[in-house]
């Protein structure tokens, strides 16, 4: 081991919003064979509760994109990766709430964490994913084709989908580049966006479940995957 907790020849792999749900469970699933370094929006300290021993963390609030963007290139200097072999870029965030009622201000929060904040971050990543011949991965979801209650979330990761798409093709040949859709997944996001699911929550992937799935996506390469209902019910492929 380095500085950087880093054992040689392991893959050095950025996670954000590592701290709940799919993040940790992807966190947990790579830090049994890579060094990973783990973004979030909460305090380090808070973030050292969940997070496996062994992962780095800097707390990194995309509600200030180009200061998240700034403070994950500073840890990356820090732990002295001028390569990076694959950055996960799965932060987000929601609000269930009818589109007329959305102030300004919730959209927002809404399009800063999960459509500016993975954009400012994929630049400023540019350069290090060049160096390490590495993977962009941006974790968008099925409901960016339109889901009730859930207007500017849907346009965000809409945004996201053409953003992956048009890089693919920018960056093919240098980095590769791709959008991952998970479909609804039984994390704390619906609870924390005001949503309640109902009996439709059974049907819901568990997390560690869409964690694999991701996994298996992301090694499989394609530039656009979704994993929806019938995926992860085991009835075959989910629909791009
Ligand atoms: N759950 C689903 O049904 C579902 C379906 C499709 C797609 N997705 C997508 O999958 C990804 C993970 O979602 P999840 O369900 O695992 O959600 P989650 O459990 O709520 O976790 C969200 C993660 O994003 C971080 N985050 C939230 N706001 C942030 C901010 N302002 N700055 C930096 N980080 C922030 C959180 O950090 P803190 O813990 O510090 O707050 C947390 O680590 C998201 O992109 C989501 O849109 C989820």
Excluded at 157 to 171: I, P, Y
Aim: aromatic share 4%; hydrophobic share 45%.
């Amino acid at each position: 081991m380095g500085k950087t907790g880093q054992t040689a020849g392991q893959k050095r792999i950025l996670i954000t919003g590592a701290t709940s749900g799919i993040g940790l469970a992807l966190a947990r699933r790579h830090a049994l064979h890579a060094t990973v370094l783990a973004a979030g929006r909460r305090p380090a300290a808070e973030a050292r509760e969940v997070l496996p021993d062994g992962v780095v963390y800097v707390q990194a609030d995309q509600h200030e994109p180009e200061q998240a963007a700034a403070a994950v290139l500073s840890a990356l200097d820090e732990l002295g990766w001028d390569g990076l072999d694959l950055a996960i870029l799965n932060a987000g965030t929601g609000h269930a709430v009818d589109p007329a009622e959305e102030t300004p201000q919730m959209l927002r929060a809404v399009l800063d964490v999960n459509l500016f904040g993975a954009i400012v971050l994929s630049q400023a990543l540019r350069p290090r994913l060049e160096a390490g011949q590495g993977r962009l991965v941006l974790i968008g979801s099925t409901a960016r084709k339109g889901a009730a209650a859930f207007a500017s979330y849907a346009a965000a990761k809409a945004g996201l989908h053409g953003f992956g798409r048009a890089l693919a093709e920018e960056w093919r040949g240098r980095i590769a580049v791709q959008v991952i859709h998970p479909g609804p997944t039984d994390t704390g996001m619906h609870a924390r966006a005001g949503h309640d699911p109902g009996p439709l929550l059974r049907l819901f992937a568990r997390t560690g479940t869409m964690a694999r799935l991701i996994e298996r996506a992301i090694e499989r390469g394609r530039a656009v995957e979704s994993i929806g209902f019938a995926r992860f019910l085991g009835r075959g492929e989910g629909g791009r």
